[in-house]
């Protein structure tokens, strides 16, 4: 079946710093890849998506690539700021079937 | 165009009562995935409907069911409520239940159900 691996948190960074967190996926066929944001007492919001091999998705200064070859798609952003502290689930989509979530990653971006 | 909308926001009810939820998605989308989220176990699936048909059901007993209307809007239901029911229950809608483009779903604010 579908499942998603994320790294578990909380994750501290200070302000600026490069964040990556990581996930990697097994599924059969060709999901769709998806990162999305919860900001506490939010539901969740679309960061960003990918829909096939090789995709970058990108918003907000987030990034992630659809790498088949080793079945991840790990988010990153070069500066991150004290607003962008929530946590992040990485999602899978494929066809006929419901969405996977990852177990989402708590992260902290201190000032 | 409006978001995802669910009402209520908040509840409180009581050991052995039932609950109905209430979903209305963003204008156009057909499909409509409900979530339970708990701090202990995450983000789980409960069930899936597209055009008023259940496409998809999670591993969830039988005293947690949906249904969607005609206009695509949706309700869950949840008869004899138990303590570990208490969670914050997540409606998401997309353009369509395939893959690809309009397969990312939207989610609503969420529904905070407290049992006690």
């Known amino acids: 079946g579908n499942s998603v691996t994320q790294m578990e948190g909380p994750v501290t960074l200070s302000e600026e710093a490069f964040l990556t967190i990581n996930c990697t996926y097994t599924?059969?066929?060709?999901?769709?890849l998806f990162w999305y944001v919860q900001y506490p007492g939010e539901g969740l919001q679309l960061l960003l998506k990918a829909t096939k091999a090789d995709d970058k998705g990108s918003n907000k200064g987030f990034e992630a690539t659809y790498r088949k070859e080793t079945t991840s798609f790990h988010l990153e952003k070069g500066s991150v700021q004290v607003s962008d502290s929530a946590v992040y689930f990485c999602a899978l989509g494929n066809y006929g079937q419901n969405f996977v979530f990852g177990p989402g990653t708590r992260l902290s971006v201190l000032p | 165009k409006a978001g995802v909308t669910q009402t209520p926001r908040y509840l409180i009810k009581t050991r052995g009562q039932q609950v109905t939820l209430s979903c209305s998605p963003i204008s156009g989308h057909r499909s409509v995935s409900w979530y339970q989220q708990t701090p202990g176990q995450g983000l789980q699936f409960l069930f899936e409907y597209f055009s008023e048909t259940q496409r998809n059901k999670g591993n969830f007993p039988g005293r947690f069911s949906g249904r969607q209307f005609s206009n695509s809007r949706s309700e869950m239901n949840v008869s004899t409520l138990e303590l570990g029911d208490s969670a914050l229950y997540l409606c998401a809608s997309s353009l369509t239940p395939g893959q690809g483009e309009g397969y990312e779903q939207y989610f609503g604010p969420g529904t905070r159900l407290t049992v006690t």
């Open positions: 599924a059969t066929g060709y999901p769709s």
